[in-house]
Nanobody, 126 residues
Framework: QVQLVESGGGLVQAGGSLGLSCVASGRTFSSDAMGWFRQAPGKEREFVAAIRWGGVTYYADSVKGRFTISRDNAKNTVYLQMNSLKPEDTALYYC????????????????????WGQGTQVTVSS
């Protein structure tokens, strides 16, 4: 059974930094794409960042230049380093994994992902 477990969320002041981790078990995702999404109360789940095997990365415009996604294939782990955090970054952050090679368009679509973590809360105070 595939499991994705996120960690690293918390409360931080605006301008601060947080790092999230997501460990995958039950399957090796080294040849697929993994991503981060977030969902704020009353809003739809939105794309944050994704990374393909080999290191190709994609970012939402709202986080570009502030967030960095990376992965360690040997550890089946994906990371999200978040810097210069803003109150609008407050949300429940989900790790997701998908099978197969995505396009630059489909990598941003939640329903194309096959597996999801339970989410970790990130709260940025002003």
């Amino acid at each position: 059974q595939v499991q994705l477990v996120e960690s690293g969320g918390g409360l931080v002041q605006a301008g601060g930094s947080l790092g999230l981790s997501c460990v995958a078990s039950g399957r090796t995702f080294s040849s697929d794409a993994m991503g981060w999404f977030r969902q704020a109360p009353g809003k739809e789940r939105e794309f944050v960042a994704a990374i393909r095997w080999g290191g190709v990365t994609y970012y939402a415009d709202s986080v570009k230049g502030r967030f960095t996604i990376s992965r360690d294939n040997a550890k089946n782990t994906v990371y999200l380093q978040m810097n210069s955090l803003k109150p609008e970054d407050t949300a429940l952050y989900y790790c997701a994994a998908r099978l197969g090679v995505p396009t630059p368009q489909t990598v941003r679509i939640p329903k194309t992902y096959n597996y999801w973590g339970q989410g970790t809360q990130v709260t940025v105070s002003s």
